[in-house]
Each structure stands twice: as structure tokens, then as C-alpha cells.
């Protein structure tokens, strides 16, 4: 089965220091998304993105966030001057449609995450 | 607003033993709901997903779900745990029209003992 790939699966870094996390996509999905799970809290939908734009974005994707996709394959999440509560584990993942309704309900790929600690 | 309540953190079977999963979901309109595996060291993988229609979804590994719209619940369930079904499962719900969020739940770990 195809995969997304992120990179790296672990990075540390000093607070106020900015991170770039990178993922590739599944090379014929439209929909990219970045998702975060802190320690012992839920996955949460942080940005989505589609036809070169953000599609949705949670309140936690303030001005310190932003996404790019730079040359059609890779899909990366900037955080601009990390805080210690930015560690958490970041997921990608990308589909070929949207998952809500009506009609969607597409299914998601998932990478395996970035660890990212902030320290 | 939408929600999903995961009961129960931590559940543990035998092999062989039924497995369920808890979850409830809050939502003011027809949701659409999945549940997720995640195994060690690997991203979130689809398991089964409810949209409309019949209310019994059938998914992979022997997994299946019901949508209980009175109880507004959707309880994961599979007749007979096997030593891989270990991990962690997540619930989701997206309600939003031409969304693309999905709201997931705390997560629910399986072990199981043989």
C-alpha cells in the first residue's frame, strides 16, 4: 500500500527556534493535512490544505504555524518560534478527496509522525 | 460543536476473548464516523467508517462497528481478540459540510494477554 513519509521521526529544539517538519504525500492525493497528538491528549486536526491553499484550520494553527507545498511533492509544517508547549507528536496525512459529507468520508493516509521536542 | 468521548483509556483482553471498544459521540447534525488503529511506530490506519445506511459497518482484521444513533454511540467491537489486534485505537467524527477535519478521541489502548 502507498505510504506518507515524514522526516525527520525525531527532532529537538531550543525554544523560540524555528522547526521545519517535512512530509511527502502520496503522490496522487489532493488533500494534505498536519494533525497532533500531545502526550497523553487526543489527535488533534490542526491545518488542511488543498489546490495550493488552506482548506481549514484549527484555532491552535495561530500565526506562529504556517504550511507549504514547495515543488508538488513535499508538504511541510513551519513553526516559527517554538514554545514548550509545541511538544508533541505531528502527523501528515494526505487522501484523494475530503472526508466530510456529503459524499466524502474519504479515507486518510497517515505517516508515522514527527516526534518534535521543545525544550 | 462536535466531540468524541473514548470510555475507558485501557482495555485488556485474552486472546480469544471479545473486544470492545467504547465510543460516544456529541454532534447536532447526521455525523460521519471512523475508527483508526495506530501500531507501534506507525501512522493511523482506517479500520471502518460509517457515512450512511446500514448502521452495522464491517472493516478489516475481523473489526466491525455499530452506529447507534438513539445512543449516540459507535462501539468498536471484534468476536475474538488475536495477540496483533494490540494497539491503540481512535474514534473520529466529522459533521461539518465539505469539511475535512476529522475530530478524534483520546484513543483507547488494547493489550491482549495470551
Known amino acids: 500500500e502507498p505510504e506518507v513519509t515524514q522526516t525527520p521521526s525525531h527532532q529537538v529544539t531550543q525554544m523560540g527556534q524555528e522547526v521545519i517538519l517535512r512530509c511527502v504525500p502520496i503522490s496522487n492525493h489532493l488533500y494534505f493535512y498536519w494533525y497532533r497528538q500531545i502526550l497523553g491528549q487526543k489527535v488533534e486536526f490542526l491545518v488542511s490544505f488543498y489546490n495550493n491553499e488552506i482548506s481549514e484550520k484549527s484555532e491552535i494553527f495561530d500565526d506562529q504555524f504556517s504550511v507549504e507545498r514547495p515543488d508538488g511533492s513535499n508538504f511541510t509544517l513551519k513553526i516559527r518560534s517554538t514554545k514548550l508547549e509545541d511538544s508533541a507528536m505531528y502527523f501528515c496525512?494526505?487522501?484523494?478527496?475530503?472526508?466530510?459529507?456529503?459524499?466524502?468520508?474519504?479515507?486518510?493516509?497517515f505517516g508515522s509522525g514527527t516526534q518534535l521536542s521543545v525544550l | 460543536a462536535q466531540s468524541v468521548t473514548q470510555l475507558g483509556s485501557h482495555v485488556s483482553v485474552s486472546e480469544g476473548a471479545l473486544v470492545l471498544l467504547r465510543c460516544n459521540y456529541s454532534s447536532s447534525v447526521p455525523p460521519y464516523l471512523f475508527w483508526y488503529v495506530q501500531y507501534p511506530n506507525q501512522g493511523l490506519q482506517l479500520l471502518l467508517k460509517?457515512?450512511?445506511?446500514?448502521?452495522l459497518v464491517k472493516g478489516i482484521n475481523g473489526f466491525e462497528a455499530e452506529f447507534k444513533k438513539s445512543e449516540t454511540s459507535f462501539h468498536l467491537t471484534k468476536p475474538s481478540a488475536h495477540m496483533s489486534d494490540a494497539a491503540e485505537y481512535f474514534c473520529?467524527?466529522?459533521?461539518?459540510?465539505?469539511?475535512?477535519?476529522?475530530?478524534f478521541g483520546k484513543g483507547t489502548t488494547l493489550s491482549v494477554s495470551s
Open positions: 473520529a467524527v466529522i459533521t461539518n459540510q465539505a469539511g475535512t477535519a476529522l475530530i
Open positions: 496525512a494526505s487522501s484523494e478527496a475530503r472526508p466530510g459529507p456529503p459524499g466524502g468520508a474519504e479515507k486518510l493516509f
Open positions: 460509517y457515512t450512511t445506511g446500514a448502521t
